[in-house]
């Protein structure tokens, strides 16, 4: 990622919430009856999940009343993985025994999904998706200035086959060696390790989260669709809510016309188009705003 055009490090604290979104925070905390917080990364930018993140959604949850829990409200494409740990280490030490509700107002993927594995209990849409978590490799193409990702399951995979393939072939193994010679060994240890980490994060949230109940054994089992591509075929493709429930995860399915999803829909239109044109990333409470500029031609 280090290549690639990124937003400044900085957040800004923007001070109130706009009024508009304010009204529907008020409003959706007395339905839900615990506090609100929104975590938007852009789909627009080029913006994923990252370590500092963790640190404005601190700044926001240390000014709030978390004495009847929290709920948080995620719309990401994903990012780093370690980050969604600590993000879920934070919801849970803040809202304490009263424990996080995880809200999916449209794409929690990758990193994103995993932060919602942390919470007790995921709230979905019959339209919200969350994802695989299984690593990718993102590049920036300076040329075409465009991100390429790379499913890392699909390149150790594609690297082990032709290992095999040269190991058991008789005769000539040139064509095999010329394409093994266009991987790293090393680097493939690397994205084992990756692929490791991953896995590791989600099972270890839901062991001491809401699938307790179970060893890590009996929960890696359940959730093969979210830890490689195996079933789902791409990294992109959704995980719907009956999916997810049928993981054994704690879900909560609103229907459409539904109250309480109509005034979360209202506030992801809202936050959505604000960090599609004003922001690459918002953190928001009915009081506080931390929002990161999206990046410029010059950045």
Same mark, same amino acid.
């Given at each position: 990622?280090?290549?690639?055009?990124?937003?400044?490090?900085?957040?800004?604290?923007?001070?109130?919430?706009?009024?508009?979104?304010?009204?529907?925070?008020?409003?959706?905390?007395?339905?839900?009856?615990?506090?609100?917080?929104?975590?938007?990364?852009?789909?627009?930018?080029?913006?994923?999940?990252?370590?500092?993140?963790?640190?404005?959604?601190?700044? &926001?949850?240390?000014?709030?009343?978390?004495?009847?829990?929290?709920?948080? !409200? &995620?719309? #990401?494409?994903?990012?780093?993985?370690?980050?969604?740990?600590?993000?879920?280490?934070? !919801?849970?030490?803040?809202?304490?025994?009263?424990?996080? *509700?995880?809200?999916?107002? #449209?794409?929690?993927? @990758?990193? =994103?999904?995993?932060? !919602?594995?942390?919470?007790?209990?995921?709230?979905?849409?019959?339209?919200?998706?969350?994802?695989?978590?299984?690593?990718?490799?993102?590049?920036?193409?300076?040329?075409?200035? %465009?991100?390429?990702?790379?499913?890392?399951?699909?390149?150790?995979? @594609?690297?082990?086959?032709?290992?095999?393939?040269?190991?058991?072939?008789?005769?000539?193994?040139?064509?095999?060696?010329?394409?093994?010679?266009?991987?790293?060994?090393?680097?493939?240890?690397?994205?084992?390790?990756?692929?490791?980490? @991953?896995?590791?994060?989600?099972?270890?949230?839901?062991?001491?989260?809401?699938?307790? #109940?179970?060893?890590?054994?009996?929960?890696?089992?359940?959730?093969?669709?979210?830890? #490689?591509? %195996?079933?789902? %075929? +791409?990294?992109?493709?959704?995980?719907?809510?009956?999916?997810?429930?049928?993981?054994?995860? =704690?879900?909560? @399915?609103?229907?459409?016309? +539904?109250?309480? *999803?109509?005034?979360?829909?209202?506030?992801? &239109?809202?936050?959505?188009?604000?960090?599609?044109?004003? =922001? =690459? %990333? !918002?953190?928001?409470?009915?009081?506080?705003?931390?929002?990161?500029?999206?990046?410029?031609?010059?950045?």
């Amino acid at each position: 990622m280090s290549n690639m055009p990124v937003i400044q490090k900085v957040m800004v604290e923007q001070g109130q919430t706009h009024e508009t979104r304010k009204t529907l925070f008020v409003d959706l905390e007395k339905l839900l009856g615990r506090p609100v917080i929104t975590y938007f990364t852009s789909f627009h930018f080029p913006v994923q999940i990252e370590n500092g993140d963790a640190d404005m959604i601190e700044g &926001i949850l240390q000014k709030m009343d978390l004495s009847k829990g929290l709920a948080l !409200c &995620i719309n #990401s494409p994903g990012g780093d993985g370690m980050a969604a740990e600590r993000i879920i280490n934070l !919801c849970r030490t803040y809202s304490g025994t009263e424990e996080y *509700w995880a809200i999916v107002p #449209s794409k929690a993927k @990758s990193a =994103a999904t995993m932060v !919602c594995l942390g919470a007790s209990k995921i709230i979905m849409g019959p339209t919200s998706e969350l994802g695989p978590v299984d690593p990718q490799l993102v590049l920036y193409d300076q040329v075409q200035k %465009k991100l390429n990702r790379f499913n890392i399951y699909n390149l150790i995979k @594609s690297y082990e086959d032709l290992f095999s393939k040269a190991v058991t072939a008789k005769g000539n193994l040139e064509p095999f060696l010329q394409q093994l010679a266009n991987y790293d060994s090393r680097e493939i240890e690397e994205y084992r390790a990756a692929m490791a980490l @991953s896995e590791d994060i989600a099972i270890r949230a839901l062991h001491t989260g809401m699938l307790d #109940s179970l060893s890590q054994k009996e929960i890696k089992k359940k959730i093969e669709i979210f830890l #490689s591509p %195996k079933q789902t %075929k +791409d990294h992109g493709r959704p995980i719907y809510g009956p999916e997810a429930k049928h993981c054994g995860l =704690a879900i909560e @399915s609103p229907k459409p016309g +539904d109250k309480l *999803w109509e005034m979360v829909y209202n506030l992801y &239109i809202r936050t959505d188009s604000y960090t599609a044109h004003h =922001a =690459a %990333k !918002c953190i928001e409470s009915k009081a506080h705003s931390f929002a990161a500029r999206p990046p410029t031609k010059k950045e």
